[in-house]
């Protein structure tokens, strides 16, 4: 019998992606709090293989509340340690976030890639927390304010790449 071809290391086997239009309103106080709607499941064909995650996430600040939103990744509801930065002073570890972000009316995006090797070949879900400095509130997926005529409504993404090792 012929055996096939091995695959080429770096070769994308599958994407996943979950396009989430809910919006969602969140209170915070130096808290995580999971975004559901963002998880996404993906099971890789190999354990030597490695699932690319890319995504955007859209926040706006309620009331104009100064919230520095946050986020970090998870799989399967546990943070990503090799996907936040190194601890400085009492600063969050985190995947990325955005500036301030002051206006109810200021949509921000945080945008984040890692490369992640999961050794594992059953379903697996990715995600990602969000987080807001001191006691705020964060709209996702559409800007605050009162003037709805002057918003905007959107829409943020996980993909997730099933790459071969």
Known sequence: TTLPAAIATGK????????WQDTLQVSINNTYTQITGLNTNITCSSTSNKVLIEGKIYVCPHAGTSPYPAIRLTKGGSVISGAIGN???????????????GAASEMNVIAFTY?????????????????????RTLDINYTGGTDANSGAATLSTITLTEIAG
Do not use: F, H, M, N
């Not at 002073?89 to 972000?101: A, L, P, Q, Y």
């Open 12 to 19: 994308v086997l599958q994407v996943v992606q979950t396009a």
């Open 115 to 135: 490369l992640d090797s999961p050794s594992s070949t059953s379903e697996l879900t990715y995600g990602a927390q969000i987080t807001a400095y001191a006691s």
């Open 87 to 101: 601890s400085k002073d009492s600063r969050r570890t985190v995947t990325g976030c955005s500036g301030d972000g």
